[in-house]
């Protein structure tokens, strides 16, 4: 469950309708990942789907309507508006790694590639990186994550944006914590994006290549 609490803090939101209704929902791409948190959340909602147009992908929307799943999403910090305000909730040590885990597979970001390509010795790299438009929030997922050793460093855009980024050696550590940790876990029920998670395979590649 801490990382599909990761994941709504990317891509979850909290609705009211006129009539008093109470909603939350995730509306994502990756339609597989989204049966998967309906299944672990135990749902037998319908998944709605909205049909890209031109280059856009298709749209996938898991919608519950439960006013106490909502206040209790509101009492963790998840409020109607909480692009700018959002707060991380007490997620235990333990489960960390998923929570952190769900969030990167909504709001993060991983690359691999080779730096200096004009040098004879060219320098294979990972960059991980969490962008938020709430600045608490990153600060605190920061502190958090520098318990287990973790660095990285806050970018503020001027496009009103904040990013929590980690280089090469960073990445690593915190790939580790991420997937590594309750790997059974998280494997048995399918919450993670296998497209990101396969990026360090191609960093190992480009890291043991032979240089040419």
Same mark, same amino acid.
């Given at each position: 469950?801490?990382?599909?609490? &990761?994941? @709504?803090?990317? $891509? *979850? ?15 994502? +791409? ?39 799943m909502c206040n209790d999403l509101r ?26 885990? &769900?969030? @990167?597979?909504? $709001? *993060? ?15 294979? +790299? ?87």
């Amino acid at each position: 469950m801490a990382y599909i609490l &990761g994941f @709504f803090a990317a $891509d *979850g939101y909290v609705t009211l309708n006129k009539r008093g209704g109470q909603f939350w929902s995730i509306q994502i +791409t990756d339609r597989d990942l989204l049966y998967a948190i309906r299944k672990t959340i135990a749902s037998e909602h319908k998944i709605g789907e909205r049909v890209g147009r031109g280059n856009e992908k298709a749209q996938y929307r898991l919608q519950i309507g439960s006013i106490e799943m909502c206040n209790d999403l509101r009492s963790l910090g998840f409020c109607a508006q909480k692009t700018k305000n959002m707060v991380i909730p007490n997620v235990p040590k333990k489960f960390l790694g998923d929570f952190t885990r &769900g969030y @990167f597979d909504g $709001d *993060g970001n991983i690359w691999s590639g080779l730096l200096h390509k004009e040098r004879k010795t060219k320098t294979a +790299t990972l960059f991980i990186a969490f962008t938020s438009c709430s600045v608490p929030f990153l600060m605190e997922l920061k502190k958090r994550l520098g318990i287990f050793c973790l660095g990285g460093c806050i970018y503020r855009s001027k496009r009103n944006y904040v990013r929590l980024q980690y280089s090469t050696v960073d990445s690593l550590k915190l790939y580790d914590f991420m997937y590594n940790q309750g790997r059974r876990r998280y494997e048995k029920c399918g919450l993670y994006l296998e497209r990101k998670r396969n990026v360090l395979e191609r960093y190992k590649a480009l890291r043991n290549a032979p240089v040419v």
